[in-house]
């Protein structure tokens, strides 16, 4: 079975620092899919960055990037330069090979302190 | 373009009473899904839709039914609602089962099962 974990509830950064999000995973699918998104207070879903499992370069968009390590089923994203409207709930998810589930971790709360 | 739009946005239920969730999307998108969000558990998969007439079955099926009849709508039906449903559901779509592409989420709805 697929699973996501997110072993980290809450983090802490200062502001202007980088911070690294961790999240590994479990499939047995050669082809699959990893998501980022982010929620704020307000609720709403943000994408932020995929990696798919064939990529062989770690995937990049603005501050954000995804370290990805296959050997170590691991998917952790990294922010750069935190800034205060960063803090919200972070969610990395999975979608399987066949493309018809997309599963998620728990989440990790990100607080940027000023 | 007003993307993934969700009907009810906050819903207060009895034991018992049945609701229908809307979910609608203006993107021609294939794929839908429904998810319930539950403190410190993630977003949860419920039932998903890979085009009109075809729909299976998430993480966490029970106690909700789903049709598709057109490309557009994606309604999630609680036909006998429990405590246990209260929680934030999210429809989500994405262009087809196969793409890279993230899912596109609509805003929520709130449902609290009294």
């Known amino acids: 079975a697929q699973k996501i974990t997110q072993t980290q509830p809450g983090m802490f950064v200062q502001e202007k620092e980088a911070v690294t999000l961790d999240c590994t995973y479990d499939?047995?699918?050669?082809?699959?899919?990893l998501f980022w998104y982010k929620q704020p207070s307000s609720g709403e879903m943000i994408f932020l960055i995929y990696?798919?499992?064939?990529?062989?370069q770690n995937a990049t968009e603005g501050r954000y990037s995804l370290n990805f390590q296959k050997a170590r089923k691991s998917a952790n994203l990294v922010i750069s330069a935190s800034q205060l409207g960063d803090s919200a709930m972070y969610f990395c998810?999975?979608?399987?090979?066949?493309?018809?589930?997309?599963?998620f971790g728990a989440g990790t709360r990100l607080f940027v302190k000023a | 373009n007003a993307g993934v739009t969700q009907t009810p946005k906050f819903q207060v239920l009895k034991t018992g009473q049945s609701m229908t969730l809307q979910c609608a999307q203006d993107?021609?998108?294939?794929?839908m899904s429904w998810y319930r969000q539950d403190p410190g558990m993630g977003l949860r998969l419920i039932h998903y839709?890979?085009?009109?007439?075809?729909?299976d079955q998430g993480e966490v099926p029970n106690g909700y039914n789903v049709s598709r009849s057109t490309t557009e709508d994606f309604p999630l039906r609680l036909l006998s609602a429990a405590p246990s449903q209260t929680s934030v559901y999210f429809c989500?779509?994405?262009?087809?089962?196969?793409?890279?592409?993230?899912?596109?989420f609509g805003d929520g709805t709130r449902l609290s099962i009294l």
């Open positions: 998810a999975m979608r399987d090979g066949g493309g018809f589930k997309t599963i």
């Open positions: 993107m021609n998108h294939e794929y």
């Open positions: 499939t047995s699918d050669q082809s699959y899919g």
């Open positions: 839709s890979v085009g009109a007439g075809i729909t």
């Open positions: 989500a779509s994405r262009p087809d089962s196969y793409s890279n592409q993230p899912q596109h």
């Open positions: 990696q798919g499992s064939y990529d062989e």
